[in-house]
């Protein structure tokens, strides 16, 4: 493991920001801080967003440098890269950041029953082959387990470049009924992007320079709880995106 990577491991356990839960407080248990984030470590009242696979922590850190009366909670496995968010966020002395170092598989065991106000979701891996539908992260299986800690008026907010996940969040979407408040193919060449669309993370920004369109997906889970199973005939294509362009991953 390269020097840069240990430096930068050591120095996230030193950021107040940064958790970074031993396996078996998360494995099969409840962590202390599951219910008490408000309490226990920003210390305020004020509702928390996540961003899963949140890489360096792009938005986590520019949402929260907006919007000071919400907490931003960045989540990903990868510690060299959340370092860099984690970083800035201290620098900055900003108090509404953490970053969380854990899989995202484990968020049961770290938030409560409406814990959480809303999410974000940016450039996830797209999990193109049929038989890892279940690992995306719009899944009807992750959508069961922020269920079960988003509030009922809470928002789950998707941006990728992949059309096949765009397109399968939507069917997704139109299969239980949800709210969808945005469903936009292009945010940038439409004009959509706003301040906050416009913040683009690592991923993004090598994607636009390929050419690809961002999309971006808001939507409501409203309460739902269950969320069965399905297949999506779309899933028996043999080509999905374009696989060629998308060699990022
Ligand atoms: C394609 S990258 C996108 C990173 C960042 N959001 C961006 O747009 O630059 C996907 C990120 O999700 C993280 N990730 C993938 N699966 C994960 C999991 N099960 N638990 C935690 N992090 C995960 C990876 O470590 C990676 O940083």
């Known amino acids: 493991m390269g020097k840069d990577k240990l430096r930068r491991f050591r120095e996230n356990l030193t950021f107040e920001c940064f958790v970074q839960p031993e396996f078996d407080e998360v494995f099969h248990r409840d962590h202390p801080l599951k219910g008490n984030w408000n309490r226990d470590f920003f210390r305020n009242d004020n509702p928390i967003v996540l961003e899963l696979g949140c890489g360096k922590g792009e938005y986590t850190v520019a949402l929260a440098q ?20 984690a970083k800035t966020a201290t620098d900055r002395r900003m108090h509404n950041v953490g970053f969380l170092r854990t899989r995202i598989e484990f968020i049961d065991a770290l938030f ?6 809303e999410i974000w979701i940016t450039f996830p891996d797209p999990q193109l082959k049929t038989r890892r539908a279940k690992k995306r992260l719009t899944s009807p299986l992750y959508l069961a387990c922020y269920a079960r800690l988003l509030r009922p008026d809470g928002w789950i907010n998707l941006k990728t470049d992949s059309k096949h996940l765009y397109a399968y969040t ?18 940038y060449g439409s004009g959509f992007a706003d301040e906050v669309l416009s913040v683009k993370t690592a991923y993004e920004t090598r994607f636009l320079e390929m050419g690809l369109p961002i999309t971006y997906t808001r939507f409501a889970l409203g309460g739902r709880h269950e969320f069965p199973w399905f297949d999506w005939e779309e899933d028996d294509k043999e080509e999905k995106d374009n696989e060629a362009e998308r060699q990022l991953r």
């Open 170 to 187: 939507g069917e997704v979407i139109r299969h239980y009924g949800l709210t969808c408040e945005v469903s936009e193919p292009d945010i």
């Open 66 to 85: 907006r919007d000071p009366q919400r907490n931003y909670i960045g989540i990903d496995i990868k510690g060299a890269r959340m370092w860099r968010g």
């Open 112 to 117: 409560a029953e409406n814990e959480v106000s």
